[in-house]
């Protein structure tokens, strides 16, 4: 298992976590439910079909406070281990029905948030460290939500900008050109929301709250990396849509190099068929290449993981929650809405964007997984048990579907560690309570071999229907797509994303292997809108951000406006998923 930590992880079991954070609320924000409740949750959750986004969220807990008026305010913390997503509950004899707003806290690692009485009215406190804001965004006629509620934003500011409204967008050119306006004029330069976030309201407390990493000399990175496994090293004209350093002549196949004015970011080429021959030729492992495959460009990007954070995000329509139409049989139970009992998350708010307090950070983002309806097996065993093992997703440590054992997954806990593994019931009970964020696509391509160490090829690499490999339109198993492997060299981590212009679940697996990868999966396909990959290089203008892409092509999926381009998913809401890092501070 690639996971760095994990006995530590696995030492600390949620009794002690009880006993750190228990109760109904601290005083500086929404703790874990007892330990009764928690219990009671976690049986629901475990249920073949818990029925509810509330069911989902095993160490959810809230506050309920009630004004004279009879004004009700249930707040309502998804997991108050990570005290980044909030289901905020108006009611009142005024109102015809219950009013939901799902809050995100625009700073999780210093914001707590909580409700309390001022006088006879309930309020929301937001605190830390001397630091206060108050707010009760629902008074008056006009009141603050319901403004911010009117605003073509996925994310809209409240309570001074220390939470945001999550919004329903449909991603217009209205709307993107309005949020264009809003991160112009309120996060990327100016009195932004990051500069008052981080300046004003935290003070010293942030300043204190993280380390200066120093960047390391890229010749080093660079030589840690090393050379692929080839079989021949030519000097190849194409070229990533990135400036590289020291490949003015062309890139050798296999090799490294620099991304320029992007730290810490690595990009690589070659071509399954220069593959050496001691990985080609084992035999019974892959099917073998064929001649189209073994002469296609495949593109690689390395991120140094000591320089990033690595988050993801669910777009506007995509992974979706609703049946896939595959599974069969045992598989598939039509007497509820979902695998998980559900069709929607609502009242959570699903936004396809990253956070406008992560904006000045971000380094790079990728298309997430399959949607929904095909992120579920048709064919083999897995089709017919444990509702066909959709691919299940974790945000902001909210379930949104569960993760199922079998399935490659892409984690990241509460204190940032990144990993990537094939799920297990034991990982179930104890990294659950752990995770930030999780992604689950497939069965692996190239995994650790339990006896050996060393990595070899998934057991269902060669088998189409039994793997879930899909192909394209017209069932051709070699088509474009994408992967991304975890390697660690001395204790360090690299992600690695590469692209394949056209590739089998095989070739992927060759190529995985001959880079050194310790684990590695697939991603998604068909398409460079599906396969998208973006750089943001540090540039000394900061008055908008210039995305550089894996491939040309991509920049198409991307806006165009009468203001210049917009970038996907930093730019506007998308209905994919993705993947974003972040440069750390």
């Known amino acids: 298992m690639t996971f760095t930590g994990y006995r530590a992880l696995k030492a600390t079991g949620l009794s002690a976590l009880l006993f750190t954070l228990s109760g109904p609320a601290l005083a500086n924000g929404i703790g874990l439910p007892d330990e009764e409740t928690l219990a009671a949750q976690m049986e629901v959750y475990n249920s073949d079909a818990p029925g509810s986004i509330y069911a ?11 004004g004279d008026d009879g004004l009700e305010v249930t707040l309502t913390s998804m997991n108050p281990m990570v005290n980044a997503w909030f289901i905020l509950r108006v009611d009142s004899d005024e109102m015809s029905r219950p009013r939901y707003y799902h809050l995100e806290n625009a700073a999780p690692d210093f914001w707590q948030i909580s409700l309390e009485m001022d006088g006879d009215d309930p309020i929301i406190l937001i605190e830390n460290d001397g630091d206060e804001v108050e707010c009760a965004p629902w008074e008056g006629r006009s009141s603050e939500l319901e403004e911010a509620r009117a605003e073509p934003l996925p994310y809209a500011p409240i309570c001074d900008s220390s939470m945001y409204l999550r919004n329903r967008v449909s991603g217009s050119r209205t709307t993107r050109e309005a949020i264009a306006e809003f991160l112009r004029e309120n996060v990327l330069f100016g009195d932004s929301i990051v500069n008052l976030i981080k300046g004003t309201l935290f003070r010293d407390a942030y300043l204190e709250s993280s380390d200066e990493a120093e960047s390391e000399d890229p010749g080093a ?90 988050g993801y995000e669910l777009g506007t329509d995509h992974p979706g929650f609703e049946w896939s139409s595959r599974p069969h049989g045992a598989g598939r139970d039509w007497s509820i809405p979902g695998p998980d009992g559900i069709s929607s998350p609502d009242p959570l708010v699903m936004v396809g964007m990253l956070s406008p307090s992560l904006t000045d950070r971000v380094a790079a983002t990728f298309t997430g997984g399959y949607k929904r309806d095909h992120g579920a097996f048709r064919y083999g065993d897995m089709a017919t048990f444990n509702h066909g093992h959709h691919y299940g997703f974790l945000v902001n440590g909210t379930v949104l579907s569960r993760l199922w054992p079998g399935l490659s997954t892409i984690y990241v806990t509460n204190d940032g560690t990144f990993g990537m593994t094939t799920w297990t ?16 696509n497939g069965v692996p391509l190239i995994h650790p071999d339990p006896e050996s160490g060393e990595s070899v090829p998934g057991d269902r690499v060669t088998q189409w229907g039994a793997g879930n ?117």
């Not at 989902?56 to 009630?66: A, G, I, K, S, Y």
């Not at 320029?260 to 001691?278: H, L, V």
């Not at 034991?426 to 999780?438: G, I, T, V, Y």
């Open 56 to 66: 989902l969220q095993p160490f959810r807990n809230e506050m309920t406070l009630t």
């Open 425 to 440: 019931e034991e990982l179930n009970e104890e990294l659950l309570p752990h995770l930030r964020f999780a992604r689950q």
């Open 221 to 310: 990175v660079v030589e840690a990396l090393g050379q692929a496994n080839l079989g021949r090293f030519p000097v190849m004209r194409a070229a990533p849509g990135f400036d590289l350093v020291g490949a003015e002549g062309g890139m050798e196949a296999g090799s490294w190099y620099q991304v320029e004015d992007a730290p810490g970011i690595y990009a690589s080429m070659m071509q399954p068929g220069m593959i050496s021959d001691e990985i080609l030729n084992r035999s019974g492992e892959t099917n073998w290449l064929d001649g189209v495959e073994r002469g296609a460009n495949v593109y690689l990007v390395a991120f140094d993981m000591r320089e990033f954070e690595i």
């Open 469 to 585: 490999w899909s192909g394209s339109a017209d069932a051709q198993l070699r088509t474009l797509r994408a992967g991304s492997c975890l390697r660690e060299v001395d204790g360090r981590q690299f992600l690695i994303y590469a692209y394949f212009s056209t590739a089998t679940p095989s070739a992927m697996a060759r190529t995985f292997q001959a880079y050194h990868c310790d684990y590695a999966m697939l991603m998604d396909m068909n398409s460079q809108e599906h396969t998208y990959m973006a750089l943001y290089p540090e540039t000394e203008d900061d008055d908008w951000i210039e995305a550089e892409h894996l491939v040309s092509g991509m920049s198409h999926v991307d806006q165009d406006t009468r203001n210049g381009t917009i970038p996907r998913f930093v730019g506007f809401a998308d209905n994919r998923d993705f993947f974003y890092l972040l440069r750390r501070e």
